[in-house]
């Protein structure tokens, strides 16, 4: 096999795995979330667990990357593409601490009273999450600049989403504080629910640039270092 | 999916593979084939055949680390999607257990069968099974749809559910009469009134317990039918008179008209769980003023009878389901006695163990029609 033939395989592969722990970070938010509606311990012991493979897969991706960077010369387009698969990795596999974060939630949800009509809100915001997370993959696999851009600003949806739970969350403390311990695990969970579209922006804004070259920034990250990761 | 149909695909699969190969080989000895493109020049009739499979195949092909979906069929595409081929096989399937899978294969050598669910309740039968050929190799797909076999099932768990329900309503109807009752023993004309509502509690819950039970045992295959000649006309007329006080005090009409000349081998009681079944229906469903028609025919093979009613008729799209058991369209149309909706389910399994059939329709001019049709030997 000759050496760009080589190169070529090792890059489709990379970026195979760079779809796979997409997958597995997919599957591991609608776990979550579907644990915290069914208040279903074994599930979310189940997601904790299996955020070791999400982290093994991780590095896998980065060192299977640095080699190839070493060892073939890659020219600047696939270098960047390279790059990108790297950084994704980064950001899915913090997406997969996300999930398993909330997966540890409802485990201490499970003890604790909390209002359960509020649940529906966290499964649209993970559903949106998740279909961010897809289209992101589709965008950076399709080297689909515009498609990047629209679900970067889907982002904003979701932080409105976000912002109005939060309230809501805050309101109900103060009419029923005999809740408040549930609702303040709940305020977690949506927390870690909202960290996932930033990792989504994340990821669309690389694909950009590795498309385009341009660097982009669609939020401002002040979030970032408040509270409660 | 039947193995068979499964050990088919496979070697149709597998012949396909070597000729094509031997095709290959001979036509066009010179170029070597093209890395990643279709391991075979596919024969014409062989895509067309596995196109026809109601089951979704896809070959992957490995080399190195590289898995790569080269053919998928029409099946497959209706889950899938259309990706271009050759694709990565995270790029076809979307879905890490797949990758998964495939590599479990290729380092055990060996098939397996796995089940994934997956959004909206879907749940896809994955077969995954290794291949060579010549030096090259990968891993083979058989990916069915059992979303409706797995939500069949759940149905059935949920039938012990249903059951107490359906038994409960009644029961809690008669412990209030019964309760009022006990209040009202020094009023004989109201007392004597709710116990003719219990006994008509009582009759609707015997009838919904004989039902259930015959069901039961019909469905299991336990039900012996005494087949015995019986005339067609006389099996109507009698069963006409017995609901003709129902049907009076709703304000409907029966009618029939059955040639005299026709016998038919019937079980007559439960023959009898058929009619009253449809007719309490077609009374239920019809409005003051309306009307019922049975109409029978027969040939030297069959005999078909046909019962409309002036009714609101059958939504189209619930047609193919009234036959289910538990099945209602409405329960605010399911007034009066009954109306646990199993009697059409008990209707269909005793019709087709007389080796017939039953179906529903709506008339151009309006109203439900049932239409049964028994053999006559
Ligand atoms: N003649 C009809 N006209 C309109 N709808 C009908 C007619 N017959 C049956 N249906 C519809 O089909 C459903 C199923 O009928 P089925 O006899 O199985 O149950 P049911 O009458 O509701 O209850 P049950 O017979 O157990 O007392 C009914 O609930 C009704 O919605
Ligand atoms: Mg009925």
New binding site residues.
Partial sequence: MDIRQEFKHKLESLVGDVLRLGSMVDVAIQKAVTALVEDDISLAQQVVAEDEHLNRLRYYIEEHSAALIATQQPLARDLRTIIAAMYLATNLERMGDHAAGVARLVQRLHDTPYPRDLLPSFEQMAQIGREMLRGALDAFINHDEQAARQIGLRDDELDDLYNALVQRLIREIAQQPEYAQGITYLLWVAHNLERIGDRVTNICERTIYMVSGELVEFVDDIGESSFLE | MSWTLFDTLLLMLCVALATGWFLAMRREPPVPAPRFAPPVPVPAWWRDALDTAPLAIVVVQAENAVMRVVYANTSATAIFGTPVLPANIMVYFRHHTYMDLAEQVRRQNAPIHERLTVEDDRTFDIRAVPWHNKGQHGVLFFVEDVSEQVRAQRARRELAGNLGHELRTPLAGMKVWLETLAGTLDDPKTAAHIVERLQRETD?MT??VD?LLALALIESGRLPLRLVATSLRDVIEEHVQRMNALAREKGVTIEYEVPADCTIMIDRDRFAQVLT??L???I???PAGGRITIEGKCNDEDAFLH?H?T????PPH?LPR??ERF????RA??RG???????????RHIVEAHGGHIE?ANAPEG??V?TITLPRT
């Fill in positions: 609707a009838r919904l039902d079944n449809v309490d229906n077609a239920k469903f019809t019962i009613d009714g609101p008729g059958i619930l009234i036959f099945f209602k369209i409405d149309r399911t006695r009954g109306g646990s909706g199993i009697g059409l389910a008990l209707a529903a109203g439900a049932f």
